[in-house]
């Protein structure tokens, strides 16, 4: 049974949304277009999450069960609850930083996470408006396969003692900061190696006064899963700082400021 009212959580998303009208939006999927109600909310496609999957993934159930909405196979399972951040496929979470929406009944997600669950890859035609849909496997690796148990460990930590108190979208920003220092060819190339990089003094406060051994709080796992499987908050940025609280300012002076979310500034 689909559920027939729209969420307190999905109101305050939607009323926060720019949203373009039914049309705007077409999809193409394996190059032949279909028929389909694409929501645009402030740049992000939203397809219907049934509708979507029936001609992706024709062999997948899909239902309504406590609360959420299930795509259920073999090799598959995915959940998607209204006003999450997140759909999560496989044990894997993937981002959907305006929420997952229920509308008139019709449980709504972002296309490219819906697709990469669905084993699909996605691109977008700006020329024409169009979403292309590529169909692949039909499922997705597994979160226990597919993450790197150090890897969480390590950057849950660091973002749970540096992000006591901020939303989750500062969290992610926070994690998105490690993953970029591990991408670049100045700094180490390890998340463990980032934290306990001991260059100038030490990097992270944590790692020098000990609480980066506490144990994370929930949301922190949860940001560090996301930002292992694509989620990004701060763009390319390479440092952040608390304004309020920091003594040193060699970054604000030095870098180039990209966001600010909660507490932290971020700078590229």
């Given at each position: ?227 292992l499987d694509g989620a990004s908050a701060a763009g390319n940025s390479l440092y952040f700082l608390n304004p309020s609280k920091s003594t040193s300012f060699w970054i604000t002076a030095n870098r180039t400021h ?6 932290h500034a971020f700078y590229a």
């Amino acid at each position: 049974m689909r559920k027939r009212m729209i969420s307190v959580a999905a109101v305050l998303l939607l009323a926060a949304a720019t949203v373009l009208p039914a049309g705007a939006v077409s999809v193409e999927i394996d190059s032949k277009p279909v028929t389909m109600d694409v929501t645009l909310y402030d740049g992000t496609s939203y397809v219907p999450l049934r509708a979507f999957t029936n001609i992706v993934c024709p062999d997948a159930a899909v239902s309504w069960e406590n609360g959420q909405a299930v795509i259920c196979k073999a090799d598959l399972l995915v959940t998607a609850r209204p006003g999450a951040s997140y759909i999560e496929a496989n044990g894997r979470l993937l981002y959907a930083e305006l929420g997952v929406k229920l509308i008139d009944g019709t449980t709504k997600v972002p296309v490219r996470a819906l697709a990469k669950a669905l084993g699909a890859s996605v691109d977008w035609n700006g020329a024409t408006g169009t979403v292309v849909v590529t169909r692949g496997s039909g499922t997705i690796a597994s979160g226990s396969t597919y993450y790197n148990a150090d890897d969480v460990y390590w950057l849950s930590r660091i973002i749970s003692a540096e992000s006591s108190g901020e939303s989750l979208r500062g969290k992610i920003a926070v994690g998105n900061v490690i993953l970029n220092r591990v991408k670049s060819p100045d700094f180490p190339d390890s998340i463990y190696g980032v934290i306990f990089d001991s260059r100038w003094g030490g990097q992270f406060e944590p790692a020098k006064n000990g609480t980066i051994y506490n144990t994370p709080d929930a949301d922190s796992v949860i940001a560090a899963k996301l930002c292992l499987d694509g989620a990004s908050a701060a763009g390319n940025s390479l440092y952040f700082l608390n304004p309020s609280k920091s003594t040193s300012f060699w970054i604000t002076a030095n870098r180039t400021h990209q966001t600010t979310i909660g507490n932290h500034a971020f700078y590229a």
